[in-house]
């Protein structure tokens, strides 16, 4: 079966980090880019970053940029996501979606993220 | 506010028909196919619609999308109970370099 599994999500302050990580099951990961989508409590659908299936094209959301990092590991099969500088609006679930020639096929369960004092 | 424009709510009865709007640009839709997503309440997003108007396996034909010039638009024909969700527009940008989703709209079925 097809899976991605999203874990890492908690409570933090703002300014804190937190490490999302995401782990792909079913299918051949290198053959995919990655994404990391997020839908704020009650809001819309945000994409956040993505990163091609061997690391060689990267990009980010503005709202994002200089503050969070993708990266994957493809021996391990993982998508992780370093969230540094956190701000309240960054609270929100975050999805681990795989990309398929720009289609988002499948999303995972999501992880919440609060950023709160 | 989202640069793809989507109508906040749509509503219809069983067995209806409907249709929800997605209006971007030149640099977002005009140069790039359109993707729909449905999202179930308290469920991840579900892929509906990609290339502008391909359904995936499993998806009923009551769905179909469609495309032109810098607007998108998804059809639901035979509404049913079911398809009580928010349905959101998604196209890459040429010019943020990004992916771009509408805002969504909510589909309430009376």
């Known amino acids: 079966e097809v899976q991605l599994v999203e874990s890492g999500g908690g409570l933090v302050k703002p300014g804190g980090s937190l490490r999302l990580s995401c782990i792909a099951s079913?299918?051949?990961?290198?053959?995919?880019?990655m994404n990391w989508v997020r839908q704020a409590p009650g809001k819309g659908l945000e994409w956040v970053s993505s990163?091609?299936?061997?690391?060689?094209?990267?990009f980010y959301a503005d709202s994002v940029k200089g503050r969070f990092t993708i990266s994957r590991d493809n021996a391990k099969n993982s998508l992780s996501l370093q969230m540094n500088s956190l701000r309240a609006e960054d609270t929100a679930v975050y999805y681990c979606?795989?990309?398929?020639?720009?289609?988002?096929?499948?999303w995972g369960p999501g992880t919440m993220v609060t950023v709160s004092s | 506010q989202s640069v793809l424009t989507q109508p906040p709510s749509a509503s219809g009865t069983p067995g209806q028909r409907v249709s929800i709007s997605c209006s971007g640009s030149?640099?977002?839709?005009?140069?790039?196919?359109v993707s729909w997503y449905q999202q179930l309440p308290g469920t991840a997003p579900k892929l509906l619609i990609y290339?502008?108007?391909q359904r995936p396996s499993g998806v009923p034909d009551r769905f179909s999308g469609s495309k032109s010039g810098t607007s998108a638009s998804l059809a639901i024909s035979g509404l049913r109970s079911e398809d009580e969700a928010d349905y959101y527009c998604?196209?890459?940008?040429?010019?943020?370099?990004?992916?771009?989703f509408g805002g969504g709209t909510k589909l309430t079925v009376l």
């Open positions: 998604a196209a890459w940008d040429d010019r943020l370099r990004g992916r771009l």
């Open positions: 290339r502008n108007d």
């Open positions: 990163i091609g299936n061997s690391r060689n094209s990267i």
């Open positions: 079913g299918f051949t990961f290198t053959t995919y880019a």
């Open positions: 979606v795989r990309e398929r020639d720009e289609i988002f096929d499948i």
């Open positions: 030149s640099s977002n839709i005009g140069s790039n196919r």
